[in-house]
């Protein structure tokens, strides 16, 4: 198990992110395994939650959902 910090700091990949998190995942398992989102944003059944971190604290990974189910995620500095 690892620590908050370092949770946003290991296992950023594209494959390790696409393992962990795949199409249809809640958004109660994305919050239990990353915490809460650097920034969100919702508008009706949609909604979209940013998180920033890698070693590099660079990386930033945004999470699509629809009626709280992922349907996409975006890679930012990968």
Request: net charge negative.
């Amino acid at each position: 198990m690892y620590t908050y910090d370092e949770v946003h700091v290991r296992g950023w990949t594209h494959e390790s992110f696409d393992q962990r998190f795949p199409v249809g995942t809640s958004e109660t398992q994305v919050f239990e395994k990353l915490g809460s989102p650097f920034a969100t944003r919702s508008a009706g059944d949609l909604s979209r939650w940013d998180y920033v971190g890698g070693a590099s604290g660079q990386l930033h990974v945004v999470f699509l959902f629809k009626n709280s189910a992922l349907t996409e995620k975006k890679f930012v500095n990968f």
